[in-house]
């Protein structure tokens, strides 16, 4: 089966610049992160980056010149474009310097991770994992996985941008059982929002999952007073 990888690098360090560039024995992380994935042959190598500075640049083109080519882009819609169908896809989370052992199962598709297109690398919800991200009440994602190009492109229409990684595993993972989703206004007004998650729910056949409407509008400013505020002073990047 062909298989493709995702990279987050949109997340930032604490003096402002992506955590994708921080060094890593003599190369950047993600340097060491496409070398370490394009080892299984995976391609292509998608990076999921808001911007690309100079420095992400010439790591991209020190890559390109070993002839790993890696393509940005800058949501999950296009990441979601750019795999063929039936194309596994594995996700490395921002940040995270893998263990090539790891790497290399998921690549295998080692039953043992839950059967091809569904594996998920976890360690345990504990302090000493405290900086991972939760994702049921015993575990936390240790930042690798792998699923089918599908389900990213159906997860994409719901959702359209940074909480992509997150949203794909609470619905692949065999750990979890999801009762409801609930839907307030975000990056769009509640009906877009509504109607985009009951629609990724057709596409991946999980129909059985209910929806629920939340607020429609902020706490602190009403639709009327926002779009006032984008005429007079430009468009509002984040709305939620």
Known sequence: MALGALIGAYQEDESGGLRALLPLAGQTLIEYQARCLAALGAAPLLVLVERVPVALNEA?????????????????????????????VILLADGIAPDMADVARLGDGDDAWGGEGAMILTVPDDEGHAAFERIDANNRWAGLARMPAGLVGATAAMIGDWDLQSTLLLIQSPQTEVLGITVVTGDQWLNAEVAHTLRMLELIGRTDIPVFRGAEYPLVRRKEETELWEQMYGSVTWLG
């Open 60 to 88: 991209f083109e020190r890559l390109r010149g070993e002839g790993i080519a890696v393509v940005a882009v800058s949501d999950g819609a296009e990441a979601a474009s750019r795999f063929e169908a039936g194309t596994d």
